[in-house]
């Protein structure tokens, strides 16, 4: 019943907000009125970050072409690839080019001594690589080859502001930032448990709107017997229209073995929100589908549903009201309440066409595929993150796209439809396109859906140019 556009939309927003409060490195910043010791060496730690990845074989904006060859060792490094992906180490090189190209001329020197290093054979004959080990090999790297090399020292001299005690500190700095990476499987294990719970508070709205019916009907009914109750009743009073309170589909609601069943282990219900409950009533009684309704000769289940329906539809649903309480119950409800309030017509209908009374409620997943669908799509783009954020900076840099365009949230949706394209082979190309355009539209700048239309159009053509995707 919780469809995949929910799950989508959920993904995004689950991996938008792990990424975006994940502390992955410490990027340093110039301090206030620096001395020329400190404006040097923030000078030059900027400088290394753009170096390592650089000699790692990333492309970054300002270089046309890197100085040295591709080394899958490398580039595969998982800091480096972290260091690479991270937005606010991209947005400082973007605003700071001359820091991209400024040790050019030391690139290939330092390769050089790097690939031939004990540290680096080392390295690349270990079978089974880690954070840890990763992080170690590039500080060894910074302290003991970089940090001496004479090409490199000589391209740092020509700053004017170079001082000794600026380089010593830049490299402890550039050390520093590596060191403070971390990979939080802590804070993925809450992003990845937040899904779920997310995709629960769904199901739980879907019950929520189908008892309002209940609750309604349940204050109308009370209202009607304190009217009998007053001082001098009106004949009305005493002998009201019990069309609405008798209506078929709140006592199916109530009554249905699923509903009672998911009540036991989630108890929900509208009790406590009586000036909603009175509000809203009052906007169905004044409704011209009341009127109609209550004004029918006979009616019969199928009408009754029928009524439901339209009240849904074009009462409570599109209220205000409800939407505000809604996000005073739920921060996962906001977002939920157009595809949840489309399961509840749905259902409402198929009560319609109940023959014995006992209406069976949607299950909350479709087949254990579906059931899945969140957690892997979520899991695969925070593994490959970096991966495929490659394939997206490989085309931002063209005429037809401005790489200052590329809002975070255009990122994550773009991460997330390549997970998709390369994880789900039975999902065709044209159905995540047009699911990730949609949310870009909804989620993010005017123009995103525009923009991650092209950029993903140009990302599925080199997949499948390189073979790593293989469907229509």
């Given at each position: 019943?919780?469809?995949?556009?929910?799950?989508?939309?959920?993904?995004?927003?689950?991996?938008?907000?792990?990424?975006?409060?994940?502390?992955?490195?410490?990027?340093?910043?110039?301090?206030?009125?620096?001395?020329?010791?400190?404006?040097?060496a923030?000078?030059?730690?900027?400088?290394?970050?753009?170096?390592?990845?650089?000699?790692?074989?990333?492309?970054?904006?300002?270089?046309?072409?890197?100085?040295?060859?591709?080394?899958?060792?490398?580039?595969?490094?998982?800091?480096?690839?972290?260091?690479?992906?991270?937005?606010?180490?991209?947005?400082?090189?973007?605003?700071?080019?001359?820091?991209?190209?400024?040790?050019d001329?030391?690139?290939?020197?330092?390769?050089?001594?790097?690939?031939?290093?004990?540290?680096?054979?080392?390295?690349?004959?270990?079978?089974?690589?880690?954070?840890?080990?990763?992080?170690?090999?590039?500080?060894?790297?910074?302290?003991?080859?970089?940090a001496?090399?004479?090409?490199?020292?000589?391209?740092?001299?020509?700053?004017?502001?170079?001082?000794?005690?600026?380089?010593?500190?830049?490299?402890?700095?550039?050390?520093?930032?590596?060191?403070?990476?971390?990979?939080?499987?802590?804070?993925?294990?809450?992003?990845?448990?937040?899904?779920?719970?997310?995709?629960?508070?769904?199901?739980?709205?879907?019950?929520?709107?189908?008892?309002l019916?209940?609750?309604?009907?349940?204050?109308?009914?009370?209202?009607?017997?304190?009217?009998?109750?007053?001082?001098?009743?009106?004949?009305?009073?005493?002998?009201?229209?019990?069309?609405?309170?008798?209506?078929?589909?709140?006592?199916?609601?109530?009554?249905s073995?699923?509903m009672?069943?998911?009540?036991?282990?989630?108890?929900?219900?509208?009790?406590?929100?009586?000036?909603?409950i009175?509000?809203?009533?009052?906007?169905?009684?004044?409704?011209?589908?009341?009127?109609?309704?209550?004004?029918?000769?006979?009616?019969?289940?199928?009408?009754?549903?029928?009524?439901?329906?339209?009240?849904y539809?074009?009462?409570?649903?599109?209220?205000?009201?409800?939407?505000?309480?809604?996000?005073?119950?739920?921060?996962?409800?906001?977002?939920?309440?157009?595809?949840?309030?489309?399961?509840?017509l749905?259902?409402?209908?198929?009560?319609?066409?109940?023959?014995?009374?006992i209406?069976?409620l949607?299950?909350?997943?479709?087949?254990?595929?579906?059931?899945?669908?969140?957690?892997?799509?979520?899991?695969?783009?925070?593994?490959?993150?970096?991966t495929?954020?490659?394939?997206?900076?490989?085309?931002?840099?063209?005429?037809?796209?401005?790489?200052?365009?590329?809002?975070?949230?255009?990122?994550?949706?773009?991460?997330?439809?390549?997970?998709?394209?390369?994880?789900?082979?039975?999902?065709?190309?044209?159905?995540?396109?047009?699911?990730?355009?949609?949310?870009?539209?909804?989620?993010?700048?005017?123009r995103?859906?525009?923009f991650?239309?092209?950029?993903?159009?140009?990302?599925?053509?080199?997949?499948?140019?390189?073979?790593?995707?293989?469907?229509?």
């Amino acid at each position: 019943m919780i469809n995949r556009v929910l799950i989508r939309i959920k993904v995004v927003q689950l991996l938008y907000s792990y990424l975006l409060t994940q502390s992955e490195f410490k990027i340093e910043s110039l301090p206030e009125n620096p001395s020329r010791d400190k404006k040097y060496a923030y000078s030059l730690y900027l400088d290394l970050l753009a170096f390592i990845l650089r000699i790692s074989g990333y492309k970054l904006p300002s270089a046309s072409s890197n100085a040295v060859e591709d080394n899958r060792y490398l580039s595969a490094n998982k800091i480096v690839r972290a260091l690479n992906a991270d937005d606010q180490v991209r947005t400082i090189l973007m605003r700071n080019p001359s820091n991209v190209t400024s040790f050019d001329g030391a690139l290939r020197s330092v390769y050089d001594a790097i690939v031939n290093s004990s540290i680096y054979r080392s390295y690349i004959r270990q079978k089974d690589s880690d954070i840890q080990k990763d992080m170690t090999f590039w500080s060894v790297i910074l302290q003991t080859i970089i940090a001496k090399n004479e090409c490199f020292i000589e391209e740092a001299r020509k700053n004017p502001d170079f001082t000794n005690l600026g380089f010593e500190n830049a490299i402890k700095m550039a050390v520093s930032t590596l060191e403070s990476y971390c990979d939080n499987r802590t804070l993925l294990s809450e992003a990845r448990n937040a899904l779920d719970k997310s995709l629960d508070k769904a199901y739980e709205l879907y019950h929520a709107l189908l008892l309002l019916s209940v609750e309604l009907t349940r204050t109308q009914d009370m209202r009607l017997e304190a009217a009998k109750q007053k001082h001098l009743p009106t004949p009305e009073d005493l002998n009201p229209n019990m069309r609405f309170v008798d209506n078929a589909l709140p006592r199916m609601i109530i009554e249905s073995p699923d509903m009672k069943e998911y009540l036991k282990n989630n108890p929900i219900s509208w009790v406590e929100d009586d000036s909603f409950i009175k509000s809203m009533l009052n906007s169905i009684i004044n409704s011209d589908i009341y009127a109609e309704y209550m004004a029918k000769e006979t009616t019969d289940v199928e009408a009754d549903c029928e009524f439901w329906r339209m009240i849904y539809k074009n009462v409570i649903l599109p209220s205000d009201e409800l939407a505000e309480i809604l996000e005073s119950k739920s921060v996962y409800w906001n977002d939920d309440l157009q595809i949840m309030g489309t399961f509840v017509l749905k259902s409402i209908k198929r009560a319609a066409a109940c023959k014995n009374g006992i209406i069976s409620l949607l299950p909350q997943y479709k087949d254990e595929e579906d059931e899945q669908f969140g957690p892997r799509l979520f899991l695969d783009a925070v593994d490959n993150r970096e991966t495929y954020r490659s394939y997206i900076d490989r085309f931002i840099n063209s005429d037809q796209w401005d790489p200052e365009r590329l809002a975070f949230m255009d990122i994550v949706i773009m991460i997330t439809a390549i997970a998709e394209l390369l994880n789900f082979p039975a999902i065709p190309i044209p159905v995540t396109l047009n699911e990730y355009i949609e949310i870009a539209n909804s989620y993010s700048t005017q123009r995103s859906g525009q923009f991650i239309n092209g950029i993903l159009y140009s990302v599925i053509n080199y997949l499948k140019d390189e073979q790593l995707l293989c469907k229509n």
